[in-house]
T-cell receptor, first 119, second 112 residues
Framework: DAGVIQSPRHEVTEMGQEVTLRCKPISGHNSLFWYRQTMMRGLELLIYFNNNVPIDDSGMPEDRFSAKMPNASFSTLKIQPSEPRDSAVYFC?????????????????FGAGSRLTVL | DAKTTQPTSMDCAEGRAANLPCNHSTISGNEYVYWYRQIHSQGPQYIIHGLKNNETNEMASLIITEDRKSSTLILPHATLRDTAVYYCIVRPGGTSYGKLTFGQGTILTVHP
């Protein structure tokens, strides 16, 4: 299993440009999570999907951020327009979750992250 | 959500056991305790989880107190590669679809 695959691993862009981060979850997993990590705020959950449907996007900072999951094997996180304060490492994670969720455990597998620098 | 409290940092000698404490005094009856770690420049990695009983796997052991208000992660023979930030997380119950909220964690430094 290749694990959760994220691209690009590093992205440097200028303020105002559009940024698209990509994620391929583990095959068979039906839940997908986007996290952002900064020194100041630590790991923050931005949005998560279950069976390709967004369940909770309350962590998305503002309208400049959008996430999609067109199918079970692909998700994107888009920032348009980007700002210097968006500089962070963005992690994608996936898991298998029965629906509706039971009280049992749910283990997330994280990708290696995409380091974004907005100048 | 039940909150967790962890020491900011800890040191451990290589080859010795590392015992990382976590306080979660407001945990609910159906909430699990999870431990993840994050090695520098990598994504978080799952270690272990438990509900009431002590748990052990190839990576670590998890000791949960009887009242479930605290737990300890034990790395039995720490190596330099175990240097990382360790996160203790309590999973929200209900329709959370596995949502995990990370705190600041404990920075564990294993030294020779």
């Amino acid at each position: 299993d290749a694990g959760v695959i994220q691209s690009p691993r590093h992205e440097v862009t200028e303020m105002g440009q559009e940024v698209t981060l990509r994620c391929k979850p583990i095959s068979g997993h039906n839940s997908l999570f986007w996290y952002r990590q900064t020194m100041m705020r630590g790991l923050e959950l931005l949005i998560y999907f279950n069976n390709n449907v967004p369940i909770d996007d309350s962590g998305m900072p503002e309208d400049r951020f959008s996430a999609k999951m067109p199918n079970a094997s692909f998700s994107t996180l888009k920032i348009q327009p980007s700002e210097p304060r968006d500089s962070a490492v963005y992690f994608c994670a996936s898991s298998y979750q029965v629906s509706p969720p039971l009280s049992g455990a749910n283990v997330l597998t994280f990708g290696a992250g995409s380091r974004l620098t907005v100048l | 959500d039940a909150k967790t409290t962890q020491p900011t940092s800890m040191d451990c000698a290589e080859g010795r056991a590392a015992n990382l404490p976590c306080n979660h005094s407001t945990i609910s009856g159906n909430e699990y305790v999870y431990w993840y770690r994050q090695i520098h420049s990598q994504g978080p990695q799952y270690i272990i989880h438990g509900l009431k009983n002590n748990e052990t796997n190839e990576m670590a052991s998890l000791i949960i107190t009887e009242d479930r208000k605290s737990s300890t992660l034990i790395l039995p023979h720490a190596t330099l590669r175990d240097t990382a930030v360790y996160y203790c997380i309590v999973r929200p119950g209900g329709t959370s679809y596995g949502k995990l909220t990370f705190g600041q964690g404990t920075i564990l430094t294993v030294h020779p």
